[in-house]
């Protein structure tokens, strides 16, 4: 029996993702809705070695916030199906606005593997690109491809069955908001530390964040899960900045 | 909040992130067409040219505080010598007037003085860190943190310890692994904190008039030089392991506002002066009563009265001037209150606590000035106005200065700011320490901290004293 487990794609419209999706799957794709809405989902089976795996295409979006369908349906992927691994394509020509989906998926603490796509046209515009030092930096292995000529992919593949194997050993990275944000998430996290449902379900961090980006759907979700009093509480505190 | 979303610097900061990781880890090709922010981090986290910008700054900062700031600290503490002259003309001598001229007004108000000072410099800080300056200059310290086994996110507790050790301690929260933290921690007490900043001004003002700005400028480096030299002691010893290298934050630099400088320096000034309202407030009743009783009454060690007697009948039957007269009267009277206060309980303490500040040059009175900094540094400063302005004339509360410049000498004053500067800030920064870190730890940091600083004072002084 090949082990089997599930590739999420994530990345900005322009990062080549359906390209890189395109030359893992070959054929082999199926394309349906996502659950009550109707933005596209994508999905396809790959063997490799002795593994089976399920590729999951998810809609491009540039962050996770709660701004557009895309991004809800793309987040809530991630959130309630848990995929064993993460694939975050970036465009490589343009890394500073790439990357900001990074971060956020670094701070979900998902199991992630950042993929400089069109890396050819990085490569030659810079001196040197030091991809050991990037990969300890993001905290998640960094790998280089060219979507377009399939360069990468067998690395690709490589990577993604080695932190499969190995989960539990990633770095943890965290990204200091100042000393201002910083105060305010630890407040909002000791507010929430009894809420035993949050704590299984979310990384405290993370949901002290969307909190403070005032996250439409995240505040609706702890209204229902929240009693009334820690939701008051909470709102008090968010309406104070 | 300054004003600025949430969301706006939780974006910036995202940005910050991104921007640091890629300089560190992709060398642009020279001639690249580049954006403003990019072209001015090429010279200023440039490998050779930061570090020196960086100190140049410093300097210019202290520079502009000592001497900008010099101006009000003397409108206010002449103002100060004003207002408790016309008090102690106005009130009969008693023991409240003690209280609140050498308690209340010696204390606390010896300390408010320093104000403008002190906001003048958290108006820089605000500057630098509003503008992503310090950013930078955590950038530049990586490199070097590399080297001592941390790396530059410690710097950023660093920079928070200018204002107060506290919050530095809660940043430290910021750094994962558990090694680093204690580490910064620990080294953190060495950033000169805004409770021993009075003390330096005092000291250096007395001591160093001409250039107490360099002297306050090197005593903030000896302690950034501490504690990269004792990071790598605790790397070596009690926290072995490698730093890992992490994302030094790089925020686009942006031109700070009026508003945002102004909250953030306002916040910690507001710190400074709450905290002289209350802790010290009471603390300086706490001293004066300590320094007030048991009082001497009439055992003297010398008939005092019997000698004013003899003045006042040469002096009536005109055998000397009255030039003299007044200066005979004034050495008695100066004894007497000396011997006031060796007589009561804080002479008494401070004595008990000589020998061991003896090698270190310091008298019975500045050891019982820094046993009371153990309470915070700036009750240091109150200790000694509260003893000076006691031992001195009357009726000129608050100009101790040149007292102070007649007992001891330059080696002295700076080597007391030395000790000032490398044990525990204070009590309340301990038990955030024990919050953050245990009490095993906490116990450590007070004896790692307070061994430190009699060894480092006792070579100084007994290296200084072969020079003078």
């Known amino acids: 029996m090949p082990k089997e487990f599930t590739i999420a794609l994530a990345g900005s419209p322009n990062s080549g993702k359906t390209t890189i999706f395109n030359s893992i799957t070959g054929s082999r794709q199926h394309v349906g809705n996502y659950p009550g809405v109707t933005v596209e989902q994508k999905s396809g089976l790959k063997k490799y070695k002795d593994y089976l795996i399920n590729l999951v295409d998810l809609p491009g979006t540039y962050s996770l916030t709660a701004y557009s369908m895309e991004e809800v349906v793309a987040r809530d992927y991630i959130l309630n199906n848990k995929p064993e691994i993460i694939l975050n394509i970036v465009d490589s020509s343009n890394l500073e606005r790439n990357l900001y989906l990074a971060t956020q998926l670094i701070e979900l603490e998902t199991p992630l593997i950042i993929v400089f796509n069109m890396s050819d046209v990085l490569l030659k515009a810079k001196e040197k690109v030091d991809i050991e030092m990037l990969s300890s930096l993001f905290g998640a292995p960094v790998v280089l491809t060219v979507g377009s000529k399939s360069r990468g992919i067998e690395e690709l593949l490589g990577k993604a069955v080695e932190l499969f194997e190995k989960t539990q050993e990633r770095k943890k990275i965290i990204i200091n908001y100042g000393e201002e944000i910083e105060n305010e998430i630890y407040k909002i996290k000791k507010l929430l530390k009894n809420s035993n449902e949050l704590l299984c379900k979310f990384n405290l961090r993370w949901l002290a964040v969307k909190i403070l980006e005032q996250d439409k759907e995240v505040l609706i979700y702890l209204k229902k899960t929240l009693n009334v009093g820690e939701f008051l509480d909470l709102s008090n505190f968010i309406n104070i900045q | ?468």
């Open chain 2, 1 to 468: 909040m300054t004003g600025d979303y949430p969301e706006v610097l939780i974006a910036e900061a995202r940005y910050g992130f991104i921007n640091g990781a890629l300089k560190e880890a992709i060398v642009d090709k020279i001639n690249n067409e580049t954006s403003l922010s990019d072209r001015v981090d090429r010279i200023v986290i440039n490998k050779v040219l930061g570090l020196p910008i960086f100190i140049l700054i410093m300097w210019i900062m202290f520079q502009v505080v000592f001497k900008l700031g010099n101006y009000p600290v003397e409108w206010l503490t002449s103002g100060l010598n004003r207002f408790s002259g016309f008090l102690n003309a106005s009130i009969p001598d008693s023991l409240l007037k003690s209280l609140l001229l050498n308690g209340i007004i010696g204390g606390v108000g010896g300390i408010l003085v320093f104000t403008p000072k002190i906001m003048l410099l958290f108006i820089f800080i605000a500057i630098l860190e509003d503008s992503g300056y310090m950013s930078r200059g955590a950038f530049i310290m990586d490199r070097i943190m590399h080297k001592i086994g941390l790396h530059g996110k410690s710097f950023i507790p660093f920079i928070i310890g200018f204002g107060c050790t506290i919050p530095a301690y809660m940043c430290g929260r910021t750094l994962e692994n558990k090694s680093d933290r204690m580490i910064t921690m620990h080294v953190n007490t060495f950033m000169s904190c805004g409770g021993r900043l009075p003390v330096y001004i005092l000291f250096a003002g007395i001591f160093f008039p001409k250039n107490a700005g360099n002297i306050i400028f090197s005593l903030y480096i000896i302690g950034i030089l501490m504690a990269v030299a004792m990071a790598k002691l605790l790397r070596v010893t009690r926290f072995k392991g490698e730093a890992e290298p992490f994302v030094m934050e790089l925020p686009s630099y942006r031109l700070p506002t009026l508003k945002g400088v102004f909250i953030h320096m306002w916040e910690r000034t507001w710190q400074y002066i709450k905290k002289a309202g209350t802790i010290i407030l009471a603390l300086s009743v706490i001293m004066w009563v300590l320094f007030t009783f048991p009082m001497i009454g009439s055992k003297y060690s010398q008939n005092y009265s019997e000698q004013i007697k003899t003045l006042n009948s040469s002096y009536y039957y005109k055998s000397i001037t009255a030039d003299t007269f007044e200066k005979e009267i004034q050495k008695i009277k100066n004894k007497m209150s000396v011997e006031k206060i060796e007589y009561s309980a804080a002479g008494r303490i401070g004595h008990f606590i000589e020998p061991v500040f003896k090698p270190l040059g310091f008298d019975w009175r500045l050891s019982l000035a820094s046993l009371t900094g153990i309470a915070g540094k700036e009750v240091v400063v109150s200790t000694i106005g509260t003893l000076f302005s006691l031992a001195g004339p009357q009726n000129n509360n608050t100009e101790y200065g040149s007292l102070i410049d007649e007992a001891y000498n330059p080696l002295i004053g700076y080597n007391f700011m030395l000790f000032t500067l490398l044990y525990f800030p204070c009590v309340a920064s301990l038990a955030v320490f024990k919050k953050e870190a245990g009490i095993k730890e906490m116990i450590f940091q007070i004896f790692f901290t307070l061994s430190l600083a009699w060894i480092v004072s006792f070579v100084f002084y007994q290296t200084g004293r072969w020079f003078i």
